[in-house]
């Protein structure tokens, strides 16, 4: 079973990949980038016009870039992996790394680790940038939740990139990928939950942002309903293993 586990060259060449394709480190750059800097130039537009401008729960709107995030967040664990199905490349990686368990873990490692990283980042920012411009309606870093919210804010982002991830080795395209899951957090989303709440909760996108919530919504808890987000990623990821070690390359 070891055999099978990631290792420090594969995942160095998969890095190398990543950083290799514009488009792909570009996305990657875009999930800080989009985070941060939407939510302080939305917070700088607004300002301490009134409470409640981004959202009725202050500690969810500190990270209302986030909505913005998660878009490029699709966008680079789709793209991170749909290279890999077009052009022989995918034939190519398993020639260097013939054990396809230790290819898929080692890419989904590199994935999720840079999205970690980007999305943890851009948690910080995104609280720090935006607060500042809040005025008496500001939240301090050290108020409650907030440090929760903020490594949330990460996990939430990492958790998106690996259920984009999974569902395009699935897929074998990123434009499908993407096509599903934009309109499924930007639409579909907010009307089932205009429709029945109850449902609407287990969704990926409003679960996971239960972390980033001052209070508790619809029984779930902040960890609980990342957990959902971790279930709905980890099902992706899974079936993307199930695609890639069953198909041909």
Known sequence: MSTALPTVPVMH?????????????????????????????????????????????????????????????????????????????????????????????????????????????????????????????????GSPGTYRAIFGCGLYLTLMTLLAAGLTAVLRSATAVLSLLIPFVLIVSFVLGAASEGVARFLPDRAGQMVMRMESQGGLGPWTGLGVLALWALVAVAGGWLAVRRRDA
Not at 61 to 90: D, K, M, R, W
Not at 98 to 105: E, G
């Open 13 to 141: 060449s998969e890095w190398i990949k990543i950083r290799s394709l514009r488009g792909t480190f570009g996305a990657l750059m875009a999930v800080f980038l989009a985070t941060a800097g939407i939510q302080t130039l939305t917070a700088a537009l607004i300002g301490d016009a009134e409470a409640g401008s981004l959202g009725d729960d202050p500690l969810l709107a500190a990270f209302y870039g986030v909505n913005f995030g998660q878009i490029a967040a699709f966008a680079f664990g789709a793209t991170a992996l749909s290279g890999e199905f077009h052009n022989g490349a995918l034939r190519t990686s398993l020639t260097a790394v013939p054990n396809r368990a230790r290819f898929y873990l080692s890419k989904m490692t590199v994935v999720g680790g840079l999205a970690l990283v980007a999305g943890q980042l851009a948690g910080l920012a995104t609280f720090v940038g935006g607060q500042a411009f809040m005025g008496p309606y500001a939240l301090d870093l």
